[in-house]
């Protein structure tokens, strides 16, 4: 499973680890019942603490994306992915309409904001 940690980012590690499992998740890359990496294999491959691995699975498992079953690990949970799904838009939402304020302060038009999303979004194709 690959998931890619970023130091120089204001955001937690452990939760970017959640939130690029639950983007798996909702993607369907990850699968109802597949079990996830064990908490020390995930924390070797990513050169981070146990802890925060521990942490990620625990958020996943109190926002009801993974399971945790004693004795043998964590699993991916039966979730509604459209629910799931508008969790995740309605982030995107967020960041954009703080983007779209700060370009309109700055006197950014429209046409250059989608000249930029569509650079964007085709960059990691």
């Given amino acids: 499973m690959e998931i890619i940690i ?9 939760e970017q680890i ?6 798996k998740i909702v993607s369907n890359e990850l699968k109802e019942n597949e079990q996830l990496p064990s908490i020390r294999t995930l924390a070797k491959d990513l050169r981070c603490s146990v802890i925060t ?3 990620a ?6 926002e009801g994306y993974v399971k ?5 690990g964590f699993y991916i949970a039966k979730i509604n992915k459209d629910v799931a799904l508008e969790e995740q838009l309605h982030k995107v939402q967020e960041l954009l309409d703080k983007a779209v304020a ?7 038009k429209q046409k250059t904001l989608n000249e930029m999303l569509n ?3 085709e960059e990691d194709k």
């Avoid at 699975?57 to 109190?62: A, D, F, M, N, S």
């Avoid at 700060?102 to 950014?108: E, T």
């Fill in 57 to 62: 699975y625990e958020e996943l498992v109190k």
């Fill in 18 to 23: 959640k939130e690029q499992i639950k983007v």
């Fill in 68 to 72: 945790n079953v004693p004795s043998k």
């Fill in 53 to 55: 691995t521990k942490n």
């Fill in 6 to 14: 970023s130091n120089s980012n204001d955001v937690p590690i452990y």
């Fill in 102 to 108: 700060i370009a309109k302060m700055n006197n950014i």
């Fill in 119 to 121: 650079i964007l979004y």
